[in-house]
């Protein structure tokens, strides 16, 4: 066009106008392709969001955390457990002195366990050494909460809400950034013939699974192991600093 110097005429070839526009459709195809991608991607972490925030304006507005924090101490043993006895290991071979340092470590109220009292209770058995585990971590929690609640009403309350608030905050600033990674690392993986927005869901699944049993492993270690005093007491005692 610019050789026979026709720039300012119309264009009535039609295998130049078949030609644009199948450029334009393909360019357009291009970016509807990548705007649909970018959707797919944030539908996964918008999913996650949701049920972050849910349980999040759950713990604000509850008045008694108290059933929450025992399914997070059941579901804390869930975890301990299978990360100390494999399915595939026979009850003689139990680590049970792992076990215990374990849990003792997790719930300080339960020092008096030993592999040898964990197989008197057991005795082999999988499941009753998970219920018993599972009464002594719930009965830890009302222990500690009625010591908590004698010094002021509702006190326990309160420290669980400050606990599942701060910890869902912070795992979860956490784990954005972690996503962050991930959508950059499974880009490459297409190179491998492998769909990155597959690999992408499972990935950002697994790390949404380990978020919510940190937070709830936190949170319940958090109940057991922190002090409480009285006001008057907290009040001396700053007094005698200044």
């Known amino acids: 066009m610019a050789a026979f110097q026709i720039d300012d005429l119309p264009i ?22 990548i705007r649909k991608q970018l959707f797919d991607y944030d539908q996964v972490l918008n999913t996650q969001r949701d049920r972050v925030y849910y349980d999040r304006r759950a713990a604000l507005e509850a008045v008694d955390l108290s059933k929450l924090m025992v399914d997070y101490a059941e579901q804390t043993v869930d975890d301990i457990l299978e990360a100390n006895i494999p399915d595939n290991v026979p009850p003689e071979e139990w680590p049970l002195d792992a076990l215990a340092n374990k849990m003792m470590q997790y719930c300080p109220q339960m020092s008096d366990l030993t592999a040898e009292s964990l197989q008197q209770v057991a005795g082999g058995d999988y499941e009753k050494l998970r219920e018993y585990l599972k009464k002594r971590s ?11 609640d004698a010094l002021e009403e509702g006190l326990m309350a309160k420290a669980c809400r400050f606990f ?13 950034m972690a996503i962050k990674f991930l959508q950059q690392a499974v880009s490459l993986r297409g190179y491998a013939q ?7 869901k499972l990935e950002a699944y697994q790390l949404f699974l380990e978020l919510m049993a940190q937070i709830r492993r936190n949170v319940i270690y958090n109940c057991y192991v922190t002090e409480f005093e009285e006001r008057s007491q907290a009040k001396a005692k700053e007094s005698a600093k200044v």
């Open 194 to 200: 492998r769909d990155p927005l597959v690999e992408y």
């Open 164 to 176: 599942v608030l701060a910890q869902t905050d912070n795992l979860w600033k956490e784990h954005l």
């Open 12 to 33: 009535e070839s039609a295998m130049l106008t078949n030609a644009l526009d199948e450029a334009q459709r393909k360019v357009e195809s291009y970016f509807y392709d």
């Open 138 to 148: 719930v009965d830890a929690y009302y222990e500690k909460k009625a010591q908590v």
